[in-house]
C-alpha cells in the first residue's frame, strides 16, 4: 500500500499543488488582472479537476487507481448530490496530485506535461 498520511492530507496538499501548477500556467499567459483570474478559476474547480482525472486514467497504475478510490469515498460536506459526484472525483485527483508531489516528483511531472497537450493549456 502506498499510503503514508491520511487521504484528507494528501487532498489538503495536493489542491495546494494544482492550483500553483494552474497559476504557473496563467502567469505566462497574460498580466491582466480579469483574464488571471478567469483563467485560475476556469482550472481550479471540481469540475475541471474531475475531467483532469478522467483524462489521466488510463495512465494510473493499480496502486494509484486504489488510493484515487479510497479519496474519492472520503467524506465531503457537500450536500447536494449532483454536485457531489463532481467534488468526490475531484478530491480522488487532489489525493493524487497531493501523493506525487510529496512521493514521486517524477511522476507528478509526469502528469503535468500530459496536462499541457491538452487544448485548455496551450
Given at each position: 500500500m502506498?499510503?503514508?498520511?491520511?487521504?484528507?492530507?494528501?487532498?489538503?496538499?495536493?489542491?495546494?499543488?494544482?492550483?500553483?501548477?494552474?497559476r504557473d500556467y496563467v502567469i505566462r499567459k497574460t498580466s491582466n488582472?480579469?483574464?488571471l483570474h478567469k483563467l485560475t478559476t476556469d482550472r481550479v474547480n471540481a469540475t475541471f479537476q474531475m475531467?483532469?482525472?478522467?483524462f489521466i486514467s488510463e495512465d494510473l497504475t493499480e496502486e494509484e487507481k486504489e488510493l484515487a478510490r479510497r479519496g474519492r469515498?472520503?467524506?465531503?460536506?457537500?450536500?447536494?448530490?449532483s454536485i457531489q459526484h463532481?467534488?468526490?472525483?475531484a478530491t480522488a485527483f487532489e489525493v493524487l496530485t497531493g501523493?506525487?508531489?510529496l512521493h514521486d516528483k517524477e511522476r507528478l511531472n509526469y502528469f503535468y506535461n500530459k496536462f499541457k497537450t491538452l487544448e485548455e493549456f496551450k
Amino acid at each position: 500500500m502506498i499510503e503514508e498520511l491520511a487521504l484528507k492530507n494528501y487532498a489538503h496538499i495536493g489542491d495546494a499543488v494544482w492550483e500553483v501548477f494552474v497559476r504557473d500556467y496563467v502567469i505566462r499567459k497574460t498580466s491582466n488582472s480579469k483574464l488571471l483570474h478567469k483563467l485560475t478559476t476556469d482550472r481550479v474547480n471540481a469540475t475541471f479537476q474531475m475531467q483532469m482525472l478522467e483524462f489521466i486514467s488510463e495512465d494510473l497504475t493499480e496502486e494509484e487507481k486504489e488510493l484515487a478510490r479510497r479519496g474519492r469515498n472520503l467524506p465531503i460536506p457537500i450536500g447536494r448530490k449532483s454536485i457531489q459526484h463532481d467534488y468526490r472525483l475531484a478530491t480522488a485527483f487532489e489525493v493524487l496530485t497531493g501523493y506525487w508531489y510529496l512521493h514521486d516528483k517524477e511522476r507528478l511531472n509526469y502528469f503535468y506535461n500530459k496536462f499541457k497537450t491538452l487544448e485548455e493549456f496551450k
